[in-house]
C-alpha cells in the first residue's frame, strides 16, 4: 500500500514540477510584492549607494546569480530543475516518508492558537536543526556552502540555495509536519511575514533589532554574521526566525557592524551560473568520498 502510494506521489509530484500545474499569477504577486516592501524599507533605511537595487543593477557576477535563483522561483522551474538534478529521488522518498509515518500529534492540541504556535516553534526548531546539519555534515556544507559564497547581500540572496540542497532539505522538513500534522504554511498571515523577514536579514540593513534582535527574533545584524568571511563567527547565528534556538543552544553570537561576507578561497561568481551548480554538486560528491576536499 505504502509503496503504491509512494508512487502516485512521487508522479504527481513529478506532474507538479514538470509545470503541469497551472502557473499561479498570485505566487508571482506575492514574490513580486514582498521583494518591493523590502526594497523600499532598505533604500529608505541605508540610500541609494549601498542598496541592494544598486548591487543588482551593477550586475556583477555574485548578484546575477541571486537574480537567476529568484527568476527560477518566479518562474516557477526551480523545483522542476532541483527534480531533474536529484533523478526525483527525494522526492519519490518523502512521499514514503509522509504516507509510512503521520502521527498528527498537533490535533491533539484543540485550542487554535496553541496549536499554531506549537506547530510554528517547532518548524523553526526543524529549520535550526536543519541549517546546524548543513554546517556540519560535510557534503552537505558544500551544497549550502554556495547560499554563503554571495560576496554582498542583495535581498535576493534568500533565494541564493543550490537546487540540491533544496531538494535534500525535504527530508528534514518534512520532518515536523509527519509528526504534528497541519502544515504552518496555511496560514498566508504568517507566510507574508515570514517571506519578509527572511529578505530583510539578506538586505544591507544592518540593524540588530536591540532587545528583539538578541532574544527573540533573528536581526539582519545576526544574519550578517552567519554570512560573515571572517572564521572567528563560523557556526553562529543558524536560526531562522527566531534566535532563541541559537541562545539555548549555545550558538548566538552579538552583532558588530561592518562585516565582510562570503567563503574563503570563494568556488562561483567566476563564471556562469550554470557552471556554479555543477560546481556545486562537484563539491558535494568530493566532499563524500575525499575526506578533505
Ligand atoms: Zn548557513
Ligand atoms: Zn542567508
Redesign the pocket.
Same mark, same amino acid.
Given at each position: 500500500m505504502e509503496l503504491k502510494e509512494s508512487i502516485c506521489y512521487a508522479l504527481n509530484r513529478f506532474a507538479e514540477v514538470a509545470g503541469l500545474q497551472e502557473f499561479k499569477w498570485s505566487h508571482v504577486w506575492f514574490l513580486f510584492s514582498t521583494i518591493a516592501v523590502v526594497f523600499i524599507v532598505e533604500l529608505i533605511a541605508v540610500k541609494w549607494q549601498k542598496s541592494a537595487l544598486r548591487k543588482i543593477i551593477q550586475f556583477d557576477k555574485s548578484a546575477r546569480n541571486d537574480l537567476f535563483y529568484w527568476l527560477t522561483e518566479i518562474g516557477n522551474i526551480f523545483n522542476l530543475i532541483a527534480f531533474v538534478l536529484t533523478f526525483g529521488i527525494a522526492y519519490f522518498l518523502v512521499g514514503i516518508i509522509q504516507n509510512a509515518v503521520h502521527f498528527e500529534l498537533g490535533l491533539f492540541i484543540t485550542i487554535p492558537i496553541l496549536q499554531f504556535i506549537v506547530i510554528y516553534l517547532i518548524s523553526d526548531l526543524n529549520a535550526y536543526f536543519n541549517h546546524w546539519v548543513f554546517h556540519r555534515i560535510r557534503p552537505l556544507w558544500k551544497l549550502h556552502e554556495f /547560499? +554563503?559564497s554571495a560576496t554582498s547581500f542583495t535581498i535576493l540572496?534568500?533565494y541564493r540555495g543550490h537546487f540540491v540542497e533544496m531538494s535534500l532539505k525535504r527530508f528534514i522538513d518534512v520532518l515536523p509536519f509527519v509528526i504534528v500534522g497541519a502544515p504552518i504554511q496555511t496560514y498566508f498571515g504568517v507566510k507574508i511575514l515570514k517571506e519578509i523577514h527572511g529578505l530583510m536579514?539578506?538586505s544591507n540593513i544592518t540593524s540588530g533589532w536591540g532587545f528583539v534582535g538578541r532574544y527573540l527574533i533573528v536581526s539582519p545584524a545576526a544574519?550578517r554574521i /552567519? +554570512?560573515s568571511i571572517n572564521p572567528k563567527h563560523y557556526g553562529k547565528n543558524f536560526g531562522n526566525t527566531f534566535i532563541i534556538w541559537d541562545r539555548i543552544f549555545g550558538t548566538y553570537l552579538e552583532s558588530e557592524t561592518s562585516i565582510e561576507i562570503g567563503v574563503p578561497n570563494n568556488p562561483y561568481n567566476k563564471k556562469d551560473v550554470v557552471t556554479d551548480v555543477f560546481i556545486g554538486i562537484k563539491r558535494f560528491f568530493r566532499g563524500i568520498f575525499f575526506a578533505d576536499k
Open positions: /547560499h +554563503h540572496t534568500r536579514v539578506h544574519h /552567519h +554570512h
